[in-house]
């Protein structure tokens, strides 16, 4: 059996190339920031970035330069405001222009969904009134061949690599995550290949409550990276850093200050553990 | 009677308009402020669903963001988000959607997208989220959000969500199941939509409010009811409710 | 708030009419056959049943007389062989001739997400090259608009009444089952009505791993009937009996020796655990 | 060498085909006897999917139904029966799907629903199960299933589970994903498509077993491999897993 515990360097390298599509998923809960901030160290570029929330991940990725593409569902700082990166590229072009592909997020979901079921597209009934379907010809219409409705038909999302955080994986690679759920099963079984970064690698997974399981044999690479999805949240392991959000408002706010940001802690770090002790330095 | 900021009785106001027993689904922000305040007074059995996928949830302190971890741990229920969109959302499970609103417009349309044009915006806003899918599936939709003339516009810049979508009964002609907002509560009262236009109508004041102000702040012609009432000021309950509410979430944040 | 705490008796009487179609749901684990047997002592007619694996349950429904129509996807004796009453009223039209609608696992399970989630069809790669469309016209054909190919599509099910047996419900009607969960939450969730037997009313749920929860909300009636899977059986409460299911099949081989069986043990005790005790009388 | 039945090495015969850590999805009956003597033997990392939704299944006797607790209590993880169809099957996870049949044609094509005309059967089977979305999405199948004339028949009654369709490259133009049957094991030996036409060809023959008898119980002109090998008689290992496991499951089910 292939080893799947490996580090996040390496599981970066390995499965994560230029160009590819990207799924980095985690609905406020679990984000992986801490692949995004490897994607960031080993200069990936022309991504394009599936997720329903950019969140700060994206914000990131897309303001080092990583992102060719961002498809996405609500791109805002939750509970605080804008997402600086992302408005300075879709309305100034910086550091370069992007093309986004905005969808609701009932779309994405069933998009995941539709995708992990090996399904070309997704039915829903979505965007009624709305502009959305006027700038994105991707959002399409299909007749029910039994009442004669018409429903609206989304492609599925298939990504070349999703990336997911979770509290455990076991010595297998098994992996269960728990807490709020996201759309993490269905992103990571619409993938071509899945990496799983981990706050902590158990002898044995005992099932907890809600627990979602990825076998062993869907996933490609495990990292354990305690903490990696600050400063997002692992339930029962750590909080959500709210303040980090709100910080978060003003260092992206100005270019150079987000550079700065980045250059000091995150690409003249080693880890997200060096990472997380260059913060803690202020 | 207590002394109470605009803000304060916009969300007190917001609270009234939901049932006890009522399954509501909550928008952050100014919704889930008005959702958990009813849940704290006079909607104890309220449901208040994220679309996080926290089915029932009750939390102490009002969440910053849509995934809190207080939401999961309090909740009845933790589904993944593709099913609260599909079979709680879609299924036709909600009593209420409870929404905020970048700019509206005089059929309660709502753009949270952008200002200006969309290929090249002069303001990128987050965008859609579930907006679209609650504001037509929910049996209702309530919207709060605070009275400007940049937020009660004209013309949208942009229509991310239909309210009564060009008023009359286009709405009925998008083949959505929700009858649509019910109402619009802002910082300075509460308009509904007339029963045949369905342009929304000035129906109430906060106290000590004037038409001549609500009027001032939006930027058309806005209609008010013959019957224009005032809304009762918050009552002492309402008012310590909200403000230990508010109390425990800035010490839980550390946000003001 | 309405007590939704009431017997099964009630429960039956109130919610399920002749000529309802009627979903009595549960994957071989936690059948609710206590809420069959209640369907025959009240006399139920002209029912459309609906259910994947029609099982004994089934086969004591058709062989009373209660099933105008079944749509089904596999009606054997799991294990053992046939269904003699199913056979006998499909070959034999005894004791009356009965509608079948043909349909796969796949087709019918997608059929139930299809209808808790408010749509009328679902998509799936299903029946290909077999026969089984040619005799059932409301299998489908939908075309993706995005890639072109052509997808089975199926009507999506909604039962006026979906019965299941669950592990626990608490005071307030709140429902948790457990083990495997079969297509339940899908049944219920795309019912217009809903009826739980439980083995136990707990105080407060405690969540269990893969506990699948049904708000109280979402219920109509909840009745304690401890057991009320049998010969099935509860994860955690009770064990499948296997030797019951071997015995069925000499049961209900001969019409008589049926009937007799069903007069002594279902019409002739008054609920559940009489039933069960005029079993172990033998 | 010890004595074994045709039955023990039949079973034995289709636990050997399946490779260690392939993805497994199993009907119940035969398949399922084969597929947990081959965990217990020479694949201990085979990965076993039953329709109720229990992924990675181990059990230590063998399920009487598709269901059974113990099925579920040995898991890697229990999902919804909707799932194991759509993410897993459909998804494409399966890599061999692991049949039986009531009836079978020379390309592989299954019949489980009636013997006789669907509208006035004389004998009713179970029906398709899973079965048509295991043939068309594992990534090959294995069928297992005892020779008899009635059971390898010149014509289906009932097209229920697709084969290689009507032979050549038809089952492609069906624009199904999986190869398709890999072989057909049964208590004489086993079957094999031939490259091209796809029929089924005898490419072993169980120790002892002629082609006669093959022939004999097989209704259509069966077409012998010019390299016709003979089956590895069961090994001492072999038989004693499997009427270990025999054992265990009588003692459990109370069944022969």
């Known amino acids: ?282 | 009677m207590a002394e109470y900021t605009p803000d304060e009785m916009m969300t007190i106001a917001a609270s009234r308009r939901l049932k006890d027993g009522a399954v509501c689904f909550v928008g952050i922000g100014l919704p889930s402020a008005a959702a958990n305040l009813a849940r704290l007074t006079h909607a104890p059995k309220v449901v208040l669903i994220y679309e996080s996928g926290t089915i029932g949830a009750k939390p102490s302190v009002l969440p910053l963001s849509i995934g809190d971890g207080e939401l999961a741990e309090t909740a009845d229920a933790v589904v993944p988000t593709h099913e609260v969109f599909r079979y709680w959302l879609q299924g036709g499970r909600i009593d209420v959607g409870f929404l905020g609103a970048a700019q509206i417009d005089r059929f309660a349309n709502i753009n949270t997208t952008v200002i200006g044009d969309y290929g090249a915006p002069r303001v990128r806003l987050p965008g859609a989220g579930g907006a679209p899918e609650i504001a037509a599936h929910a049996k209702e939709v309530v919207l709060v959000t605070k009275h400007s003339p940049r937020t009660f516009v004209e013309r949208l810049d942009f229509v991310t969500t239909v309210g009564f979508h060009r008023g009359g009964d286009s709405r009925e002609g998008l083949g959505v199941t929700g009858a649509g907002p019910r109402a619009v509560i802002t910082d300075l009262g509460v308009l509904q939509p007339d029963a045949e236009t369905r342009a929304l109508v000035l129906t109430h004041l906060h106290p000590g409010v004037s038409v001549e102000e609500a009027r001032a702040k939006t930027a058309w012609p806005l209609a008010v009811a013959p019957d224009l009432a005032v809304s009762p000021a918050p009552t002492e309950a309402e008012l310590t409710a909200l403000r230990e509410l508010r109390a425990r979430t800035a010490a839980a944040h550390g946000a003001p």
């Open chain 1, 1 to 282: 059996m292939v080893n799947k515990h490996i580090s996040l360097k390496e599981a970066i390298a390995e499965h994560v190339h230029d160009g590819d599509a990207v799924a980095l998923e985690g609905f406020t809960h679990l984000i992986p920031h801490a692949a995004g901030h490897e994607l960031v160290r080993q200069g990936r570029r022309d991504l394009t970035l599936y997720r329903m929330t950019p969140d700060v991940v994206y914000d990131q990725l897309i303001g080092m330069g990583a992102a060719k593409r961002v498809v996405f569902s609500w791109g805002g700082n939750p509970g605080v405001g804008s997402l600086h990166r992302l408005r300075d590229a879709v309305e100034r072009g910086h550091p370069h222009p992007i093309e986004i592909e905005e969808r609701s997020h009932a779309d994405i979901a069933n998009a995941y969904v539709a995708g992990a079921s090996g399904l070309p597209f997704a039915v829903l009934r979505g965007y009624a009134g709305s502009d959305l379907p006027k700038h994105n010809d991707r959002i399409r219409t299909v007749t029910c061949p039994f009442t004669g409705e018409v429903l609206t038909a989304v492609p599925s999302i298939r990504p070349d690599v999703t990336i997911i955080h979770a509290q455990q994986a076991d010595l297998a690679g098994n992996v269960q995550l728990w807490g709020i759920a996201g759309v993490q099963k269905e992103a990571a079984l619409a993938a071509r290949r899945v990496i799983v970064t981990v706050e902590e690698v158990v002898e044995r997974i005992v099932p907890v409550p809600t627990g979602v399981i990825l076998p062993s044999w869907t996933v490609n690479a495990v990292a354990l990276v305690p903490g990696g999805a600050h400063p997002s949240y692992a339930h029962g392991y750590s909080e959500r850093d709210n303040r980090f959000y709100q910080a978060w408002d003003e260092i992206s706010r100005d270019r150079d200050r987000f550079r700065a940001w980045m250059d000091r802690h995150v690409l003249n770090t080693a880890d997200f553990e060096a990472y997380r002790r260059s913060l803690a330095d202020g």
